[in-house]
């Protein structure tokens, strides 16, 4: 993407316009810059994760109903999915370091608001306002990642580490969730947000360099709402269904018609207009379309699960958030331990082999858990989320760097709205989808149980807790009745949720074999990668490809004027571009 040029200065198709704004600026260190990136994701993760411990006292004191609850859950990332791609690109016009930073502050205050929430409207309201800030801070993440590392080796190793703290903001988040919970109201869990956004921000705003994208033609602001509404339709739709609504109620079926429509817009105007908002040609290259469905497939089949999860361990074993959030450790180290290992193993393996992997290796884990039963099996958890944990983080790991080394830089701040858009809608679809299944398994068992009304049975039905609530106000042997049944159903449903969870995964693992066999990065990339004297950024990447194409014979290039980086003291280069037209700019993978 070029930005505004000067007679004095222009910068060759593909190279992102940087400008200090700070006294670090894009001078900085790459692997500091790194570090605040990983904070940010950090801030992100813990929010997604820290609410699943603390859904019991929630539904305990605001006395949420079904949907209210669904939407507790829900808002975050069904507000988050629906903006990324508004938000993204609107980075690449105004400045991604500044969207960031902007997020920062919006989900400190959205953290304030929800941890004094009285009310299942006001907490689904600051929800939702979190998910806005969630919107601006995770595309923005991802785009600076990828024009700090335009080296696909290093890129690989900076991803592996924002992967790992990712795992990391999924351990600490049940973890610190319960221990809050032990201590104090569940509103605490909102609260760790405020002083992570604190240190976020100074640090933000010192060391990350501004950039931005395409300026030129005006920024589709038409297309950005047909996307964010279209999503929302969308997914609400399907909540609707998951919660046990009916497919052809008019508040189900219009959001769905109306998302669709408003989608299918959406792609027709992106591919009449000169500047797109999102360059949708970008799906048809196999590795970026299959990566993105990957992402989708891997989230659809497990963040659902993993809700269900921390319930049956607190409702059915027993245990304590505390304890909740000790058990789910093994499986957010074996991510870390993942991330840490994923450039390694892609380097060696290749894209194909690492994803498929995943896949499968998620799956055998899914259907070892199927063993669970209403009896605590520690052991049987422990080695099943070790696999799960490793096996997810490698699926993810391998098709996000996949997906982002695909894209062009110049395209990276759609491209990263792209990939976590499909993780949030992935994760959005889960919970409404695998609810649906454990709704469907789970509501027969406790609707006629001898002894208990027919109107109990059916409040029984809506979710665990609420069946344990009605066994209390009940009381005496119907009350023990319904809540034994309502724990067997559970059981049941979760083992049928399980299974339908590793179906998905092993659909995902035969999508996965349309990505690259090898991960190619050149031994040009590689010098260049390795070389502090080399031109950055994009610019470096452009020049990389140049110099392969110039030793293997490539087609006749016509030379772009473009000087060096900010950060760099070389002085102006020639960056080669194909006669076509297309900047030379990014390393393929041999399909």
């Known amino acids: 993407m070029s930005g505004t040029t000067t007679a004095h200065e222009r910068r060759a198709a593909g190279v992102p316009r940087h400008s200090r704004g700070t006294a670090a600026g894009p001078g900085a260190s790459r692997w500091v810059i790194l570090v605040v990136l990983c904070v940010s994701l950090l801030l992100v993760a813990l929010d997604a994760t820290v609410l699943h411990v603390a859904v019991p006292a929630v539904t305990e004191d605001l006395r949420p109903g079904a949907m209210e609850l669904l939407w507790i859950v829900d808002a975050y990332p069904l507000v988050a ?246 058990r789910m450790i093994p499986l957010t180290c074996a991510a870390m331990a993942a991330g840490l290992a994923g450039s390694r193993i892609l380097h060696r393996f290749g894209p194909r082999r690492m994803v498929a992997f995943g896949f499968a290796l998620t799956a055998a884990a899914v259907l070892a858990l199927t063993a669970m039963g209403q009896q605590d099996r520690p052991t049987l958890l422990t080695v099943g989320f070790v696999l799960l944990g490793f096996g997810l983080e490698t699926t993810l790991f391998g098709a996000y760097e996949s997906m982002l080394s695909e894209a062009p830089a110049d395209q990276a701040g759609g491209a990263a709205a792209i990939g976590e858009t499909s993780y949030q809608l992935g994760a959005g679809i889960g919970i409404a989808l695998l609810g649906s299944v454990m709704n469907a398994a789970y509501a027969p068992g406790v609707a006629q149980v001898p002894g208990v009304p027919g109107a109990a049975g059916a409040a029984a039905g809506h979710s665990l807790g609420e069946a344990y609530e009605t066994a209390r106000r009940l009381g005496g042997p119907a009350g023990e009745a319904l809540r034994a049944a309502a724990r067997e159903s559970f059981v049941h449903g979760l083992h049928v949720t399980l299974v339908v969870s590793a179906a998905l995964l092993l659909l995902g693992a035969v999508a996965a074999l349309r990505l690259p066999r090898l991960m190619d990065c050149g031994e040009t990339a590689q010098r260049l990668g390795s070389s502090e004297d080399a031109p950055v950024g994009p610019a470096r990447e452009a020049a990389a490809t140049g110099a392969r194409q110039e030793a293997t014979g490539a087609p006749a290039v016509t030379p772009v004027s473009a000087p060096a980086s900010p950060s760099s003291s070389a002085t102006a280069t020639s960056v080669p571009r194909p006669a076509d037209g297309r900047s030379g700019e990014r390393l393929r993978a041999r399909g």
Not at 122 to 149: E, K, N
Not at 257 to 274: D, E, S
């Open 81 to 326: 999915a629906s903006l990324l791609i508004l938000f993204g690109t609107l980075g690449d016009r105004v400045g991604r370091r500044r969207v960031l930073l902007l997020g920062y502050g919006l989900f400190g205050v959205a953290s304030a608001v929800a941890a004094s929430a009285d009310s299942p409207g006001v907490l689904i309201a600051a929800r939702a306002l979190l998910g806005v800030g969630g919107a601006m801070i995770m595309p923005a993440t991802l785009s600076i990642l990828r024009q700090v590392f335009p080296d696909r080796r290093e890129r690989a190793l900076a991803i592996g580490i924002w992967s790992a703290v990712a795992a990391v903001g999924a351990a600490v988040g049940p973890l610190l969730g319960g221990l809050l919970l032990e201590h104090y109201w569940w509103g605490s869990v909102f609260l760790i947000n405020i002083p992570l956004m604190a240190v976020c921000l100074p640090l933000g705003r010192w060391l990350l360099p501004e950039s931005t994208g395409d300026r030129n033609g005006p920024w589709d602001v038409l297309g950005a709402l047909m996307a964010a509404f279209g999503l929302f339709g969308m997914v609400l739709g399907i909540k609707r269904v998951g919660s046990g609504e009916e497919l052809l109620h008019p508040a189900t079926l219009v959001p769905l018609l109306g998302g669709a429509a408003l989608l299918t817009a959406f792609v027709r105007r992106q591919r009449r207009r000169a500047h797109p908002l999102v360059d949708l040609r970008m799906f048809a290259r196999p590795a970026f379309g299959t990566s993105v469905g990957c992402i989708v497939l891997a989230m659809l089949a497990l963040v659902g699960l993993q809700l269900i999860a921390t319930q049956y361990m607190q409702l059915v074993l027993g245990l304590s958030p505390l304890q909740t959030g000790l």
